[in-house]
């Protein structure tokens, strides 16, 4: 028989399912995977319910019931200053991986340039291979994951259509700092270039650092696309609900796009995802107190056992350095090791890494820390024989 796609075909199992699975053989801990493992709000629960008896259960505009999208809307002036008409600014979508797509085949043509930032979720490469893009990787290094400025200005020119940018920043935990956005929109506007923007972990920053969105900058709404999530926003991420904020222009693309992947999202979550948008800043401030908590807890677990843990100012995710435990293999056999000898799983950097360009670190592992106390507790107690473990 003929060959089926040959990208898709050469893409192997990801490490999150190979690590999974091999957390499920072990009974570990999974600390890798980036859900939580608790219920968000009850209200919202009760409004999808309940609104699924309301007689509204048929195709819902394809850009959005209108509740959402004036929350959408009212969020983006309340949080980042940004005013946004409902009506033509806002698309939603099954999720933020959906969104991602649809915004990238909103701007990208085969051949044109995109400029992403290594470390990267694992979504974005093959996203950008189907539509034939032109991938240029701009590497951020550790500890601190800075902006390295000289090459990113290398990196954008005139081929440039897009920068797609995550932040918060998955995995890495790096919150973009305003200066460092200021050089990219100086960048966009010198180049013509646009941007998507990953934003789904903007309610999960740690005092005293803040999140500033792109779009805010002067000059900015008109070639950025924005991209949130109520998985992330309400620890609700089975329901993928996602939503995209961009000039009316983009927005038109990017629902002609969603019309081709997914056409519309369940009627009853919008809802839901509309009256949570609404909710005072208490709740939001509550979630980020939580985390942040969760955040320290694990952070003091990994430094007791040995490991170098590096900076985190926002999202589900920390990164910690084995190098000082002397295991001698690379990331992705501590982490079986880990697993299997432990019973506690991580993410191997190394997999947030273009696989055809040059290899990234490979002592650095991501644990999530969105999970309950007692479950940070246990894996905790079992890292203390993490020394032991040999390459």
């Known amino acids: 028989m003929k060959p089926a796609n040959a990208m898709l075909s050469a893409l192997p199992t990801t490490i999150f399912s190979v690590m999974s699975a091999l957390a499920v053989e072990h009974d570990a801990v999974n600390l890798g995977q980036g859900f939580p493992d608790t219920e968000g709000p009850a209200d919202l629960i009760d409004v999808a319910a309940a609104a699924l008896r309301d007689g509204r259960n048929q195709y819902p ?7 959402l999208r004036t929350a959408v809307a009212s969020a983006n002036l ?24 649809a915004s990238l085949m ?13 470390p990267l979720y694992d979504t974005y490469l093959p996203v950008l291979r189907m539509l ?24 954008v020119g005139p081929r440039t259509k897009a920068i797609l940018l995550n932040t918060p920043m998955n995995p890495t935990g790096k919150v973009f700092t305003r200066a460092e956005l200021e ?35 002067p000059q900015m709404k008109a070639r950025t696309i924005r991209i949130g999530s109520a998985g992330k926003s309400f620890s609700m991420t089975g329901w993928k609900v996602g939503y995209v904020t961009a000039p009316a222009p983009l927005a038109a693309l990017v629902a002609k796009a969603h019309q081709l992947l997914t056409f519309t999202v369940a009627p009853n979550l919008q809802r839901a995802v509309a009256v949570g948008l609404e909710k005072d800043g208490a709740y ?10 969760s955040r320290d807890m694990l952070v003091r677990g990994l430094r007791d056992a040995g490991f170098d843990v590096l900076p985190c ?43 055809d360009s040059a290899p990234g670190p490979r002592t650095l592992v991501r644990f999530a820390f969105c999970k309950r ?12 024989g993490v020394g032991e473990l040999q390459g």
Do not use: K
């Open 132 to 155: 034939g893009a032109v991938v240029r990787p701009v590497r951020l290094l550790p500890p601190d994951w800075s902006v390295p400025r000289a090459e990113l200005a290398a990196a």
């Open 373 to 384: 106390p007692e479950v940070i507790s246990e894996a905790v107690r079992r890292l203390r």
């Open 106 to 118: 909103a701007l990208v043509n085969p051949g044109d340039e995109v400029v992403v930032f290594e």
């Open 313 to 355: 100012d926002g999202s589900y995710f920390v990164i910690a350095d084995f190098a000082p435990l002397g295991f001698a293999g690379d990331d992705v056999a501590f982490c079986q090791a880990m697993t299997r000898r432990l019973g506690v799983t991580g993410i191997p950097v190394s997999a947030f890494y273009d696989p």
């Open 61 to 67: 505009p394809l850009a959005g019931v209108p509740e």
């Open 284 to 293: 939001f401030l509550q979630l980020s107190e939580n985390m942040r908590r």
């Open 183 to 217: 050089f990219i929109a100086d960048l966009m506007t010198r180049h013509d270039v646009y941007a998507v923007c990953d934003e789904v972990y903007e309610h999960l920053t740690f005092a005293p650092v803040r999140h500033v969105a792109l779009m805010s900058l």
């Open 78 to 101: 309340r949080f980042c200053g940004i005013e946004v008409d409902p009506a033509t600014e806002v698309v939603v979508t099954c999720g933020a991986t959906e969104a991602i797509t």
